[in-house]
């Protein structure tokens, strides 16, 4: 089950790059998600939440911008993928397979790239524009990432 968690999570990591880590990260801190006496205790510091989340809100208004580079260019891509593989070894932390997660997440995040740059070409092309899907985008990401770091705990 762990497996498929990191997967998901790694999906969310490909819609939103950092919108994954503040909801693992949201997810330690609330108890969420068993990280204490692991690698990834760190992730239930404020400090952490609070990182991830300036990140993420930065990421989510600089995504509507029309100078917003594609996701798919190497730079976008590769953050997206480093971002699953992190996300995905921290949920794999929790039960002890560190390296399952590290390796689930990226392939999640890899699905979550693609899948998500064409979900958003056919939603921009069904609105006419951009911003809607972008916003629809956003809330999938958003709640997927909570709903997966619930059903850990």
Request: net charge neutral; aromatic share 8%; charged share 10%.
């Amino acid at each position: 089950m762990l497996y498929v968690l990191a997967l998901l999570i790694g999906v969310i990591a490909g819609l939103r790059a950092m919108t994954a880590p503040a909801a693992v990260a949201w997810g330690a801190w609330l108890g969420w998600l068993p990280v204490a006496g692991t690698w990834a205790s760190f992730m239930s510091h404020w400090a952490a939440v609070g990182i991830f989340t300036i990140l993420a809100i930065v990421e989510l208004v600089t995504d509507q911008l029309p100078s917003t580079p594609s996701r798919k260019v190497p730079q976008q891509f590769g953050a997206r993928i480093v971002m699953g593989a992190f996300t995905g070894a921290v949920i794999g932390a929790t039960g002890g397979a560190t390296i399952g997660g590290l390796v689930a997440g990226p392939i999640g995040a890899v699905i979550g790239t693609l899948g998500g740059a064409e979900a958003r070409g056919r939603l921009a092309a069904a609105f006419g524009k951009d911003p809607p899907a972008a916003f629809i985008e956003d809330a999938v990401a958003i709640i997927g990432g909570l709903l997966i770091v619930a059903a850990v705990s």
